[in-house]
């Protein structure tokens, strides 16, 4: 990433710490970064686009390698780590599900990451209306109780993501065959 690109990237988390997406323009993210908007426009679209390169949604590192409830712990950890420290950017950008949504960015890495777990496995699993329903209502449900404590408890929220398995007690009965650590 150019300097820039990081000027940018920083100076619109400074301002979603402050208020919400809609309030933001791209003139404000260049004043908040010090640059001009021609610089802002060789980089970005738009604020939208910025979005998506702010989630800081982590990749797995080896996209072939084994993954496992241990991997997807790993890979919240990763990332509400970051969210803990920038509750603010949480609380402004959770709120919001239009174009490159973090939230659902987010989401949908999980779902994919748990479709990726289970077919591990069971190479044979098909994704039927039961499985899909309940891998998207696990992602759903489990990223909005996170996001819930991070923003309302971030004590139990750090003490949460310290314990050795967290999620285990959330997955739906359903998927927990197809699953392990």
């Known amino acids: 990433m150019s300097p820039i690109e990081n000027k940018i990237r920083s100076g619109f988390i400074r301002l979603l710490e402050k208020k919400p997406i809609e309030q933001i323009t791209v003139t404000e993210i260049c004043a908040e970064a010090g640059v001009s908007k021609r610089s802002f426009y060789n980089y970005y679209c738009d604020k939208f686009d910025v979005i998506m ?3 800081a949604i982590p990749e ?3 996209e072939d390698a084994e993954v496992s409830l241990h991997t997807l712990e790993n890979y919240f950890r990763h990332r509400y780590r970051w969210l803990l420290e920038h509750r603010g950017f949480l609380k402004n950008i959770s709120l919001y599900f239009g174009q490159n949504s973090s939230v659902l960015a987010f ?3 999980v779902e994919e990451l748990l479709w990726k ?3 591990q496995d069971h190479p044979e699993i098909q994704e039927t209306p039961e499985l899909t329903y309940a891998v998207k209502y696990f992602a759903s449900g ?3 109780f996170v996001i819930r404590i991070i923003l309302t408890d971030p004590a139990y929220s750090e003490q949460y993501f310290q314990k050795e398995r967290f999620i285990e007690d959330y997955i739906p009965p359903v998927l927990l065959r197809y699953l392990h650590y």
């Open 60 to 62: 797995l590192e080896d």
């Open 53 to 55: 390169k702010v989630q």
């Open 142 to 144: 489990y990223l909005y």
């Open 107 to 109: 989401k949908n890495s």
């Open 117 to 119: 777990i289970m077919r």
